[in-house]
């Protein structure tokens, strides 16, 4: 079955910089589309950026362009998320999603805290 496992979230301060991982299994990795979501407390989960099949392709929500960079190593079935000046409104749970044959599929996220 489908799993994606993220990991890499903490706490960091105002400025500083985190790579999260995503870790998938059970379907063809190189075929699909990946996506980093985040949610917030009490606000809707909201998509951060999306990357192609082969990583040709790759777009950012506007509030993390510059400053944040989606990649993926098709050869270990991972997906990143560099995130770099941080700031306190990035702080929220990051998900990594995929979508196929019409069912999205989610990992358990992993917290970012970016606080002083």
């Known amino acids: 079955q489908v799993q994606l496992v993220e990991s890499g979230g903490g706490l960091v301060q105002p400025g500083g910089s985190l790579r999260l991982s995503c870790a998938a299994s059970g379907f063809a990795f190189s075929n699909y589309a990946m996506r980093w979501f985040r949610q917030a407390s009490g606000k809707e989960r909201e998509l951060v950026a999306f990357?192609?099949?082969?990583?040709?392709?790759?777009n950012y929500a506007g509030a993390v362009k510059g400053r944040f960079t989606i990649s993926r190593d098709n050869a270990k079935n991972t997906v990143y998320l560099q995130m770099d000046s941080l700031k306190s409104e990035d702080t929220a749970v990051y998900y990594c999603n995929v979508q196929r044959l019409s069912a999205n599929y989610w990992g358990k996220g992993t917290l970012v805290t970016v606080s002083s």
């Open positions: 990357i192609s099949s082969y990583g040709y392709t790759t």
